[in-house]
């Protein structure tokens, strides 16, 4: 058996796992030879290894994964990295003696500050302190404080770094110390030669502790959306990957390719609870049927949270976008590094512009503020997969948020925050007890207003979703009166939506109502 220097030459990271490459050249004479790489991470996955090669005259015979074993890192190197951990220690210790320091003396200052405005004044009056030199203690009390909170800054600032490299040596001394396993992978590979030849071998694999995600940065302005579409790589396989050629694929190796099988739907008697559990059970419902309501609100999103810190702009070159079958594989131009950390390491994917269509979605029974989206069309060749985007509206930072996956074509919406300056107002004109009774039926009627102004410099296209009740018994009666105008759409679960456009200035109102019949000596709930 003869070992072959192999390093990795690609890597193409998965969601959730990694396809290595590795190439080695090496000289044989004819015959039978069999060639070895490793050792390798346990992690490999031994069905997954393929080979082949470059060679005149030189037949694969058979590849199979193997176990070796591997001695203890060398003292020397367990001694330099116990020497980095030492001398971190001791310059982590002597920072926080200086952190110490610097607290005692802003203590010391705040406290001379606070027993000044006693003893100070009385100074003044006994003539042994003048006004200039009150003035002057307190400048001098004030830069003082201000330079020692700087300084403590720093002191901070460079003890987080000295943290981390000391969790990254900490790291290297749990792979390469007495906790490393001694058992490793080892692919074998038998080749036969006709004649003496150089042989180049190349071999892959999958192994396991290697992710991307995506991350974007989104820009709308007017009706255009900028999307910087990014990849955050990580990678903590055991072995560290060296300016390699990185491939990001979308596929999902590890989705079972079986179709799923439906087993019958039986249908049988439900038991129905006490009655007191059948209240709860109908108030349960109740609050299901005002949840689905709002679910059904055609994603009205929330208030935008704002981010700590935005997507810094950046020129990369972006990746070469290949497809296969159902899944996208994007090559990035330049040789990386990605070492065994599990350290965040980002890259640009794409940069492209697609077409948007803002909205304005007003839900004034739950919230008086009208909050703007925009509709866009993935009109780009790339699926973008769920991932955190922070979105800008013009120079202006809006907030974060989830982006679902989206194939090519198809249509999803990005909340942009609150918009002040398209207005709703919602009024309840009328709810009335009708005094006439029907048999033994009771009549309730209620009718409601609504306002929409747009201040904007341009028209408005608003989305305004309000609701009537869904009866939950067949005693009780909803019926909807005409509204002006009437909805664009009106859902089983009576959920209501106006489509209207506003032009610069212009106010609108909305009016509906509608009719509640029930028994007289039934008290209805949710009115």
């Known amino acids: 058996m003869q070992a072959i220097e192999a390093p990795i030459v690609a890597a193409t990271v998965y969601l959730d796992v990694a396809r290595i490459a590795r190439r080695g050249t090496v000289h044989l004479t004819a015959g039978e030879h069999v060639l070895a790489i490793g050792p390798l991470p346990n992690g490999l996955e ?82 042994r ?95 255009r959306v900028n999307v910087n579409y990014f990849a955050l790589i990580r990678q903590r396989t055991g072995e560290d990957w060296q300016g390699v050629q990185l491939s990001l694929s979308t596929a999902r190796p590890a989705v079972k390719a079986t179709i799923p099988f439906l087993s019958p739907w039986y249908l049988g008697y439900r038991v129905f609870p006490a009655p007191a559990a059948r209240a709860r059970a109908w108030r349960g419902l109740g609050a299901t049927v005002h949840t689905l309501a709002q679910a059904d609100m055609d994603e009205v999103p929330p208030p935008a949270e704002a981010l700590e810190a935005a997507i810094p702009e950046a020129e990369v070159a972006q990746a070469q976008l290949e497809r296969t079958g159902a899944a996208v594989t994007y090559r990035v131009g330049t040789a990386v590094d990605v070492p065994s950390d599990d350290s965040p390491h980002k890259t640009l994917v794409a940069a492209f512009h697609l077409d948007a269509e803002l909205q304005y979605v007003a839900v004034p029974k739950l ?19 769920p991932g955190e985007a922070a979105i800008f509206h013009g120079d202006e930072f809006v907030g974060k948020t989830q982006l679902k996956r989206t194939a090519p074509n198809e249509l999803f919406s990005l909340p942009l925050g609150i918009e002040d300056r398209v207005r709703v107002e919602r009024e309840l004109t009328k709810n009335d007890v009708s005094k006439r009774l029907m048999g033994t039926t009771r009549r309730l009627a209620s009718s409601y207003t609504v306002r929409l102004a747009n201040y904007l410099d341009k028209p408005a296209k608003i989305v305004l979703v309000d609701q009537i009740p869904v009866s939950q018994h067949e005693q009780i009666k909803v019926s909807f009166q005409d509204a002006f105008p009437k909805p664009s759409e009106h859902s089983d679960l009576n959920i209501l939506r106006w489509r209207v456009t506003l032009e610069p200035n212009e106010q609108r109102e909305i009016r509906y109502g509608f009719t509640v019949e029930h028994p007289r000596d039934q008290a209805i709930s949710g009115m």
């Open 46 to 127: 031994p069905d997954s290894v393929r080979a082949a090669g470059q060679g005149e005259g030189v037949r694969i015979l058979g590849v199979e994964v193997g176990t070796t074993y591997i001695d203890r890192p060398p003292e020397a190197t367990l001694d330099e990295l116990l020497g980095q951990l030492e001398e971190l220690d001791e310059s982590l210790a002597a920072l926080a003696d200086r952190q110490e320091v610097e607290k005692a003396r802003l203590e010391m200052l705040h406290h001379m500050r606070t027993s000044g405005g006693e003893t100070l004044p009385r100074g003044l009056a006994l003539g």
């Open 129 to 223: 302190l003048d006004l200039a030199g009150l003035q002057t203690l307190e400048a001098h009390l004030a830069q003082e404080t201000h330079a020692a909170k700087e300084r403590l800054r720093l002191l901070n600032r460079e003890s987080k770094v000295l943290n981390k490299k000391r969790e990254n040596v900490k790291a290297q001394l749990d792979r390469h110390g007495k906790s490393e396993p001694a058992q490793r992978r080892q692919i074998r590979v038998s080749v036969e030669i006709d004649a003496e030849t150089d042989f180049t071998l190349e071999v892959s694999y999958v192994i396991e502790g290697a992710s991307w995600t995506p991350l974007y940065d989104i820009r709308l302005t007017d009706s």
């Open 367 to 385: 919230s008086d503020e009208v909050y703007s989206r925009a509709k866009v069309t993935n009109s780009s060749p790339h699926t973008l997969l």
